[in-house]
Every structure is written in structure tokens, then in C-alpha cells.
């Protein structure tokens, strides 16, 4: 950050000092994702609203998708049919909350109030500890966010059924690694407040790329090949929501589901090392401002 009035770079290198040096137990990071799930709990008014306007524009894209297939050949659109895009639309509302693509500034606003100073003095990485929560977040929204338009779904709309065993279990995965990489591309949209202060554009690049890369707006499926391959490959968007839809909705067969699945796993490793290395050099640039 740039230098400001009332230097503080010494207890930020301290604190650097201490919590890159201490092992998070396993009970410690359990109660940090049950004190999320704890604070996300209390916000039912929220989630209310949240789960019924979900399931509105869930009704406005089923039916917007559902008029492309019915234009298609053969009723085929991107290789989806219409039962099949249904699923996608309906589970993909739901999981919209559960990856939380948008809407979570917390780390940019502590950084820029001066209150990450308190993070960095705890003996918690803040990546583990902001990560924990957002796990208990993430489990809120399972209950909560998930349920109600998938159930709207299958109550109005002929909704794809998987029929492979393996895609229930491969599901559950494909739907945690994207929780996982997409924590890691918030945190690190966040993180840029450590430099930029004011972290309005990179938030609203990030709103506007990830809605079309992830595959919310049009399944990724209805681009060229090339692109699409493109996009799985050298960008982290397709693993936050293309890839655990396309799992539900059967899109590819067994062996290419599990690839795009490891494609998940490996894009989770290399963002939340980036993460890591990012906070350590922030923090060797730290500069907490105010009296």
C-alpha cells in the first residue's frame, strides 16, 4: 500500500512472523467454519429474499434457454436438450449463493479501514481463517440457497435426472472445488485493496467476467470448441460453475467428467498458493493509515 500517516509496518511484519510460523489445529479450523455458518444463520431476512429472487430470474433464464432449444436442430442447443437445461439453469441458481460469485468485499473492507491489522496479530494464516469461514458460509447456503430453487425447478419444469451413480458423488466434489477456486479468485480480487485501496474497478471487472466465464449467464457449451477449451484451460471460470453443471446434467461421459473435475482440483491448488503468496507480500508492504 502507499505510505500514509501512521506507519505500522513493524507489527505487520510481527504478525507475519507469527501466524506463518503456527499450524492451524483441525479443531480450531472447525470452529472458524462453524462460527460462519453460525453469523451467515442470522441473516434470515437475507437469505429469504436472496432464495426468491434466485428462483425468479431462475424462471426468466429456464424459459429464455429452453425458446434456444426449441429454435435448435433437433432440439439440441450446445448439446444440451431441454431437460437437461433445465437442470442446468435450476441448479445453477442454486449454486450461484453456494460458490458466491459476487457480493463479498470483507477483506477489501478491513484492509481499507485499517482493521486486517487485528487479523495479522491472531496466530491464524488469514487465508486459513477467511477460508473457514467461508466454508461455513458455503454450508448455510447448501440449506438454504440450493434447496429452494431446485425444488422450484422440479415442481414446474421436466428436469434432467442423472442416471450414472457416479455423478452423485462426483457432483458433491466438482460443487466443494468450486467453492474452494472461487474463495481463492475472491480473495485475491480482495487482496488488490493491500495495493489499490479502493478496490471498485477490480470488483466490478470481476463481476462482469465471471458471470460470463463461469457459464451463469449461457452454458460455455453453446461457444466454438476452441474457445470453450481455451477458457477451461487457461482461466479459472469454467471450474466455478460450468464444470460442476455439466457434471449434474451428465453433459460428458464418466472418464471427461472426472478430467475436468482433476482440471478443478489443480486450478484450487494453484489458486490458493496464489493466495498465500500474495498476502505474504502484502504484508511486507503493509502500511496501516490513521492516527
Known amino acids: 500500500m502507499k505510505e500514509g500517516i501512521g ?11 507469527v501466524h506463518q510460523n503456527v499450524v492451524v489445529p483441525f479443531r480450531t479450523f472447525t470452529a472458524i467454519t462453524g462460527s460462519g455458518f453460525r453469523r451467515y444463520s ?10 426468491f429472487t434466485n428462483t425468479v430470474f431462475g424462471f426468466l433464464r429456464c ?21 437437461q437445461l433445465a437442470t442446468f ?10 460458490v458466491l460469485l459476487w457480493g463479498w468485499t470483507d477483506l477489501a473492507d478491513r484492509i481499507r479501514t485499517g ?3 487485528s487479523d495479522l496479530l491472531r496466530p491464524v494464516n488469514p487465508v486459513l481463517s477467511y477460508l473457514a469461514t467461508d466454508l461455513g458460509r458455503a454450508g448455510h447456503a447448501v440449506l438454504t440457497r440450493l434447496v429452494p430453487p431446485v425444488v422450484t ?3 414446474f419444469f421436466d428436469m434432467y435426472l442423472p442416471k450414472r451413480w457416479v455423478t452423485g458423488p ?12 472461487c474463495f481463492g479468485c475472491r480473495y485475491l480480487v480482495n487482496a488488490s485493496a493491500y495495493w489499490l485501496q479502493d478496490v471498485r474497478g477490480p470488483m466490478i471487472a470481476w463481476a462482469l467476467g465471471s458471470g460470463v466465464l463461469a457459464g451463469l449467464y449461457f452454458p460455455l457449451r453453446f461457444l466454438p470448441d476452441w474457445v470453450a477449451v481455451a477458457l477451461w484451460i ?15 446434467v451428465e453433459r460428458d461421459p464418466p472418464a471427461t467428467q472426472a478430467g475436468l473435475v482433476a482440471l478443478q482440483a489443480v486450478w484450487v491448488v494453484l489458486l490458493l498458493a496464489a493466495c498465500r503468496w500474495v498476502q505474504r507480500r502484502a504484508e511486507r508492504k503493509l502500511v496501516i493509515q490513521g492516527g
Open 42 to 51: 442470522t441473516y434470515r431476512q437475507a437469505t429469504i429474499a436472496g432464495a
Open 153 to 155: 425447478g422440479l415442481l
Open 170 to 181: 462426483l457432483f458433491l466434489v466438482s460443487t466443494s472445488l468450486a467453492v474452494l477456486a
Open 115 to 117: 482493521d486486517v491489522a
Open 63 to 83: 424459459y429464455v434457454l429452453l425458446a434456444v432449444a426449441g429454435a435448435a436442430a433437433h432440439g439440441l442447443a450446445g448439446g444440451y436438450d431441454r431437460a
Open 89 to 98: 439453469v435450476w441448479v445453477g441458481q442454486g449454486l450461484l449463493a453456494v
Open 7 to 17: 506507519v505500522d509496518s513493524v507489527n505487520a511484519t510481527g504478525a507475519r512472523r
Open 234 to 248: 487457461g482461466t479459472p471460470f469454467p471450474s466455478l460453475l460450468q464444470t460442476p453443471l455439466d457434471v449434474v
